[in-house]
């Protein structure tokens, strides 16, 4: 059992940055990479970016490219989500994600493990 939560969601104006957390606890050995997913209103949950534990590679959707970057925090078991120049576009629920590997959250469908509780990340025009 892996437990996550997310911090950090709120309210910004386009063109602004906010930087969510995730800290995970729990039996995380198994979880070789943390991801983060979106869902917004109507819409299906998906991909945003994912690291792996161990080495600090990222993989990004191309919607977020250049504009977020994913980081771990080994000591803090903690994931962080750095979202820079951010768009009413990218309005959603934030979850963050566990699974064993990034493939598993970069496939369709995405084979992730573990979810957090989701945090809300509002971008006004």
């Known amino acids: 059992q892996v437990q996550l939560v997310e911090s950090g969601g709120g309210l910004v104006q386009a063109g602004g940055s906010l930087r969510l957390s995730c800290a995970a606890s729990g039996r995380t050995r198994s979880s070789n990479a943390v991801g983060w997913f979106r869902q917004a209103p109507g819409k299906e949950r998906e991909f945003v970016a994912a690291v792996r534990w161990s080495t600090g590679s990222t993989a990004y959707a191309d919607s977020v490219r250049g504009r977020f970057t994913i980081s771990r925090d080994i000591a803090r078991n903690t994931v962080y989500l750095q979202m820079n120049s951010l768009k009413p576009e990218d309005t959603a629920v934030y979850y963050c994600?566990?699974?064993?590997?990034?493939?598993?959250?970069?496939?369709?469908?995405?084979?992730?493990?573990?979810w957090g509780q989701g945090t809300q990340v509002t971008v006004s025009s």
């Open positions: 994600a566990a699974a064993d590997w990034i493939a598993s959250m970069t496939s369709t469908p995405p084979r992730t493990m573990y």
